[in-house]
Structure formats: C-alpha cells, structure tokens
C-alpha cells in the first residue's frame, strides 16, 4: 500500500509519517502548534508548516465536517428526548404549574411562539444613501448650532 504525500513547503513533497496523523489530531483537539511541537518532539516551523500545508487541511476539514455530522446526530436524539420528556411532563407531573408549562413549551415549540409586531409610526429615512447622508449631516449641522446658541 502506498504512503500518502503531505507537501509542507507545497514545493517538496513528503511521505506522511506517523507523527503528521498524530499532529493534526492533536491540532483538532484544540492544542497550539508550540504544544504540540513540544509533545511530539518536533520544531514548532515543521508543526506550523505540517498544519498549514493543502493535505493537511483536506484532513482537518473532513475531521472537522465529521465531527460535525456527529455533533448534529447527538443533538436532534436529545431534542427527540427532550420532547418525549416534556409529553411525560405534561401528562403525568402531579403538579399543575409543571403540567402547565410542560404543555405551553410544546406548544410554543411545535407552532412558534407568537410574533409582537412592531408598528413604525413614521419613516423618514431615505432609499437613496447619498440623500440619506446629506439629510444626517444637515441634521447633525442644525443640532451643532443649537448647542452653540445656548
């Protein structure tokens, strides 16, 4: 089986070694390349280089991009947990508050809760920006010379 290449100057290449893999997955995990040269026994310049090179980055973002789908896995079965949990609320908590809020967050959550509109009174801002600007500027040119009479 043929070793994958890694190019760290993008000029040379390099066959992948055991210390590259172990890099990126210490990198992924959230240590600083001064780390992870101190830890695996390389120059801070090879790790940087290592991190910043076209492969290495392929692999960082397909880690990433799994890590990702798990995270969103685990996250829609709690959602789904905490649903069944709020059914089991609503339906079966001896008391009425938790009853009751158990039922309104349901509702909220499955329908949206209800939007406040807002209702602006008077707009006075203009479409154009330049007409914009010359009206602000005006205004901030009349608010001068109010401060200055007084």
């Known amino acids: 089986m043929k070793a994958e290449i890694l190019s760290l100057t993008g000029d040379l290449p390099m066959i992948e070694k055991p210390w590259h893999r172990l890099a990126i997955r210490l990198h992924l995990e959230g240590w600083t390349n001064t780390d992870i040269g101190i830890e695996l026994h390389k120059s801070v310049t090879d790790v940087s280089l290592l991190i910043t090179s076209p492969d ?48 309104k967050t349901l509702l909220e959550h499955g329908h949206g809760k209800p939007l406040v509109k807002i209702k602006k009174l008077k707009d006075d801002t203009n479409q154009d920006p330049q007409l914009e600007a010359d009206r602000i500027k005006e205004e ?10 007084n």
């Open 56 to 103: 290495a980055k392929k692999k960082i973002a397909a880690a990433l991009e799994d890590d990702q789908n798990k995270i969103i896995g685990i996250l829609e079965a709690a959602g789904i947990d905490s649903i069944y949990r709020l059914i089991i609320l609503r339906d079966s908590a001896s008391s009425e508050a938790v009853r009751f809020n158990a039922a």
């Open 140 to 149: 901030l040119g009349l608010n001068l010379k109010e401060a200055n009479a």
